[in-house]
């Protein structure tokens, strides 16, 4: 038995020898010398900048496409120009001013879908991403993760019920997510949330107006958080395009052009006749050209010479088919003295 022992503690002696010649290094100390773990200085803490915890007004667009002219921060910024100019009332629907809230539905509470709506818009202007909301407030860590308490929750369940909104609602929540801030993007919930309310507003787009779908469809893309695919959008886009040859008013086309220049890509994939395109450049050169300012004009030709090369590659079997909107193109350079 001690001998047992004795080999127990021969076999404990180089341990004990080695903690013998690192304890005085171990210890904390502010000196240099410091071999095993970490300085044990006390370190300054860096204060706190002013970007801690800020709200991200707009998410940087990523695009990269071949054509600056189709960047979403260009466009923005164009819209921000056309907004103060003489024909700004022509575009007043896209003001990021939030819209008055939805009135609570007492005679059919519908799982309460209008209240969790009203909750959550609320939450993420005034505090943050429901997952964030949730940390502030407690409740993740206090336990109470149930369906009806945190805001993720109701988040998802909103989802779930868009079904039960009306087309009018659908399109105050659109309206509504316009002021959102960016960061909104970031959040797994908020994401699930927009791509139910995309599903349902493209089911049931086909019954409401064009100019509604348009305005809609330019709201969607104008949201800060940079959504990159939209079902809603590409519903309307193929919508409006099989009706651009038919009588129109100038807002209405101008707002058509400028949603094929947010979304060049769903555009890109268009299949329009050239003949269609002819009608509308007829109507841009000769009928609106006074109705339009230096802006609009520029944008306009822009949007509608991709849909003119897309015709032309589908249509290289014709003869005599210009490259280009011609007519439009000479009215501008002998107008404004530049070239295109």
């Known amino acids: 038995m001690f001998s047992i022992v004795s080999r127990q503690r021969v076999c404990h002696l180089p341990v004990i020898r080695i903690f013998r010649d690192v304890r005085s290094e171990l210890l904390f100390s502010t000196s240099s010398r410091v071999r095993v773990g970490g300085s044990g200085r006390f370190r300054k803490m860096k204060p706190v900048t002013n970007a801690f915890l800020s709200r991200s007004p707009v998410k940087k667009s990523k695009e990269t496409g071949s ?47 209008i209240e969790d709506w009203i909750h959550i818009h609320e939450t993420v202007i005034n505090l943050g991403v429901p997952e964030w909301a949730d940390v502030i407030g407690g409740q993740m860590f206090a336990g109470n993760n149930l369906r009806s308490t945190t ?49 349902e507003c493209a089911t049931r787009c086909a019954s409401w107006s064009l100019a509604d779908n348009i305005d809609l469809a330019l709201i969607w893309a104008r949201f800060a958080f940079r959504p990159e695919v939209s079902q809603f959008a590409s519903k309307v886009i193929q919508m409006t395009s099989a009706e651009i040859d038919k009588p129109s008013s100038v807002d209405h086309l101008l707002a058509y052009l400028l949603l094929i220049s947010y979304w060049s890509d769903i555009a890109s994939l268009l299949r329009l006749d050239i003949a269609s395109l002819k ?19 520029a944008m306009v030709y822009t949007a509608l010479n991709l849909l003119w090369q897309k015709a032309v590659t589908h249509s290289a079997a014709e003869e005599n088919i210009p490259t280009s909107p011609l007519r439009l193109k000479e009215k501008i350079q002998n107008t404004y003295g530049f070239r295109l």
């Open 67 to 113: 054509n600056p002219s189709f960047d979403r921060d260009y466009l923005d910024k164009t819209v921000d120009t056309l907004l103060q100019g003489e024909r700004r009332n022509r575009y007043r629907f896209l003001h990021k001013i939030p819209p008055p809230a939805l009135e609570p539905d007492r005679n059919h509470s519908r799982d309460n879908v």
């Open 151 to 199: 805001t993720s929750c109701l988040t998802l369940r909103l989802a779930d019920n868009l079904v039960m909104m009306r087309d009018e609602e659908l399109r105050h929540m659109v309206h509504a997510i316009k002021v959102w801030p960016g960061d909104a993007g970031e959040s797994e919930t908020l994401a699930t949330l927009v791509r139910s309310l995309d599903h």
């Open 279 to 297: 009608v509308v450049e007829d109507k841009l050169s000769v009928e609106f050209w006074d109705k339009m300012d230096q802006t609009e004009v």
